[in-house]
C-alpha cells in the first residue's frame, strides 16, 4: 500500500505548513540525487518526499487528501515543477544554504557562519512557551463494506474504544487544576545543547526531560488517571462514507482519535476502507460484472431473463444469435462515483449453458438437431468457403 503523505514527511497531520516546508527542505536535501549519485532507493524517496510535499502544501489538494486519502489527489500528484515535482524553489535554497555553509564564505548577518538549524529552515531564536498538554495519538480502525453500501454510500454508526479525557480533573492531570513552571526549561518545554566544529556552531534541540516538553509540572495528582488526564473510553462516533470508495481507502476524522493528555489535542480517527468481496458481482473501477448462463435455444432464438443487480432484479433482453462471451451493458447500475453525480455501469457476461445430465429424449432430439442443415460450425464455415477470386468475381460481375 502506498506510504501515506504525513508519514512520509515524518509530521503529524495537525502539522503547520512551515513545519511541512521545513520537514520538506531537510528530506529534500538528504535524498538528493546530486548528494546521492546511482542511488536508485534515494531516488524514489526523493521523489516521494517531493510527491508528498506537493499535496501537503496545496490547501486544496491537502483538504481533498485529508477526507479521501490518495484517491482524492489522483495518481501522480506531484506533476508539475520541474524533473522532480514541484520543490524546485525549496531546493535551490536548501542548496544555497548548504553551500554557503561549507564553503567557508560569506556568513549571515556578518557573524560567525550559521549553525546547524539555521540551514534547514529551523531559523534563529527560541520557540516560544510550550503548548497546553501532549498531543493526543491517531487512532486507525478498519470499516467493512458490501458492495451495495459502496455503490451510493452509507453513513455508519461506529462504537471504538480510544483514549478520553478524564471526567474527574476534565483532563488537567491535577485535582486541583493547579500547576507550576518547569524550573528545568524556564516554562519552553525544550532544552539545548550548543557545541562548537570546524563547520560551525550546531545545536541540538530536545523535550525537557522534567516536564516532557509541556512547559509545566503538576502538582496535586489526580488518582484517577493518575496525572495523565486521559483515561480508557467508549464513544459513539457517525462516519458517512461517500460512494465509490475503494479497498484501503480512507477518510480522516479530525479531532475524534484518542484525547491528549492534560488538556492536549486529540489526534484524528482514521477509517480504513475494507471492501467485502460480493457473491455474485466482479468490480472494476465503478463497473460491476456478473456472469449469466443461457441456454443453447435461448441464445439462437433470443430471450428475456431476470437479472440481479446492485438495485434489484431488472429485465434483460437477449438478441437473437446472441455469441458466447458477449457483454450486455445495463447503464447506471454500477458504482457511484467517488467525486461526481453519476454512476457506472453493470455488465452482464453471457455465457452458454451446458447441462451435465440430460434423458434419453432430450439426446435424441439434440442428435436430431445436429442433422439440421447450418447449425454445426462445419456447415456454416462451408457456406462461406468461396475464394478470393471467387468472391471478387461475384462483386464485379
Not at 221 to 246: D, W
Amino acid at each position: 500500500m502506498k506510504k501515506e503523505y504525513y508519514e512520509v514527511l515524518g509530521v503529524s497531520r495537525t502539522a503547520t505548513k512551515d513545519e511541512i516546508k521545513k520537514a520538506y527542505r531537510k528530506l529534500a536535501l538528504q535524498f538528493h540525487p546530486d548528494k546521492n549519485p546511482d542511488n536508485k532507493d534515494a531516488e524514489d524517496h526523493f521523489k516521494e518526499v517531493n510527491e508528498a510535499y506537493e499535496v501537503l502544501s496545496n490547501d486544496d489538494k491537502r483538504r481533498r487528501y485529508d477526507q479521501f486519502g490518495h484517491a482524492g489527489v489522483g495518481s501522480s500528484a506531484a506533476s508539475g515543477g520541474g524533473q522532480y515535482g514541484g520543490g524546485a524553489s525549496d531546493l535551490n535554497d536548501i542548496f544555497s544554504a548548504f553551500n554557503d555553509m561549507f564553503s567557508g564564505g560569506k556568513t549571515r548577518g556578518g557573524g560567525s557562519p550559521f549553525g546547524f538549524e539555521e540551514a534547514f529552515g529551523g531559523g534563529g531564536g527560541r520557540r516560544g512557551r510550550a503548548s497546553t498538554g501532549i498531543p493526543g495519538t491517531d487512532l486507525k480502525i478498519r470499516l467493512k463494506l458490501t458492495l451495495e453500501e459502496i455503490a451510493k454510500g452509507v453513513e455508519k454508526t461506529l462504537k471504538i474504544k480510544k483514549q478520553v479525557t478524564c471526567p474527574e480533573c476534565n483532563g488537567s492531570g491535577s485535582k486541583s487544576g493547579a500547576t507550576e513552571t518547569c524550573q528545568t526549561c524556564q516554562g519552553t518545554g525544550e532544552v539545548r545543547q550548543a557545541s562548537k566544529t570546524m563547520f560551525g556552531q550546531f545545536v541540538n534541540i530536545a523535550a525537557c526531560p522534567t516536564c516532557g516538553g509541556e512547559g509545566r509540572i503538576i502538582k496535586d495528582r489526580c488518582t484517577s488517571c493518575y496525572g495523565e488526564g486521559i483515561k480508557l473510553g467508549e464513544v459513539t462516533v457517525k462516519v458517512t462514507v461517500p460512494s465509490g470508495v475503494e479497498d484501503g481507502n480512507y477518510l480522516t476524522l479530525r479531532g475524534q482519535g484518542n484525547a491528549g493528555p492534560r488538556g492536549g489535542t486529540a489526534g484524528d480517527l482514521l477509517v480504513v476502507i475494507e471492501e467485502i468481496p460480493h457473491e455474485l458481482f466482479s468490480r472494476h473501477g465503478d463497473d460491476v460484472v456478473y456472469s449469466l448462463a443461457v441456454s443453447f435455444p435461448d441464445l439462437v432464438l433470443g430471450t428475456k431473463v431476470e437479472v440481479p443487480t446492485l438495485d434489484g432484479a431488472v429485465k434483460l433482453t437477449i438478441p437473437p444469435s446472441t455469441q458466447p462471451e458477449t457483454m450486455l451493458r445495463i447503464a447506471g447500475h454500477g458504482i457511484g462515483h467517488l467525486r461526481g453525480s453519476s454512476r457506472g455501469d453493470q455488465y452482464v457476461k453471457v455465457n452458454v449453458y451446458v447441462p451435465k445430465d440430460l434423458s434419453h429424449q432430450d439426446k435424441e432430439l439434440l442428435k436430431d438437431l445436429k442433422k439440421s442443415s447450418g447449425i454445426s460450425p462445419t456447415a456454416h464455415n462451408d457456406k462461406d468457403s468461396k475464394g478470393f477470386f471467387e468472391k471478387a468475381r461475384d462483386i464485379f460481375s
